[in-house]
């Protein structure tokens, strides 16, 4: 499953490796310009679907998906932007009282976040699959596929993780393809997922 997942989505990353790179150059600087985050994030990730869905994509499919999930993709900034001020104020406030306490206090608000980010990873990946999109049901749905497939959703991590390193090590990377990758792999393993599930359903009626 895991192999498959990774293969299809480096398959995925060549065909579309001219479009992906001009989105990921359009998602970072939208990323840095803050106000536009939460537009080029859900653009980026409803494009991966397409993509992993074998359709053809253009240079307008990225802003046409941005535009039409205006409110939602600002909804889910919002939210994410209040969570991530909470992590600092947190982080800042017990890092500064030397007690162990207060690093065991600090460690559990790393894993929290660790954890926060994973969820949003598989949600932005479930939404544009959603009958009936909701932030809500998407993080309900991403806590779900966590806790049934732990093994892949822990692989995924592993890959995010080195990537960020490595982008981080060659800021090239990170400006011509690192994201849109994630965003590739992230996708190809929630459509694995819930294929899995959809077929399980009939099965156990």
Not at 54 to 71: D, P
Not at 79 to 86: D, E, G, K, M, Q
Not at 184 to 205: D, F, G
Request: glycine content about 4%; hydrophobic content about 60%; overall charge neutral.
């Amino acid at each position: 499953m895991i192999w498959n997942i990774v293969k299809k989505s480096a398959l995925d990353t060549w065909d579309e490796m001219l479009f992906l790179i001009i989105f990921n150059i359009i998602w970072l600087v939208g990323t840095l310009l803050v106000i536009t985050w939460p537009f080029v994030t859900f653009a980026l990730f409803y494009t991966a679907r397409d993509v992993g869905e074998g359709r053809g994509i253009h240079f307008s499919t990225f802003f046409s998906y941005g535009r039409s999930m205006l409110k939602p993709a600002y909804i889910w900034g919002g939210i994410n932007l209040a969570v991530i001020i909470a992590v600092w104020f947190n982080l800042s406030f017990y890092r500064a009282i030397e007690a162990s306490w207060a690093s065991m206090i600090t460690l559990f608000i790393i894993s929290l976040s660790v954890c926060w980010v994973v969820l949003q990873l598989i949600a932005l990946a479930l939404y544009p699959r959603l009958v009936e999109p909701s932030f809500k049901l998407a993080l309900r749905n991403a806590a779900v596929i966590v806790g049934r497939y732990p093994i892949p959703i822990f692989v995924l991590l592993i890959i995010v993780a080195v990537l960020l390193v490595v982008s981080v090590l060659f800021s090239a990377l990170a400006i011509l393809i690192s994201f849109s990758i994630i965003a590739i792999l992230t996708n190809n393993l929630v459509e694995t997922i819930v294929s899995q599930e959809l077929e399980r359903k009939p099965a156990e009626e």
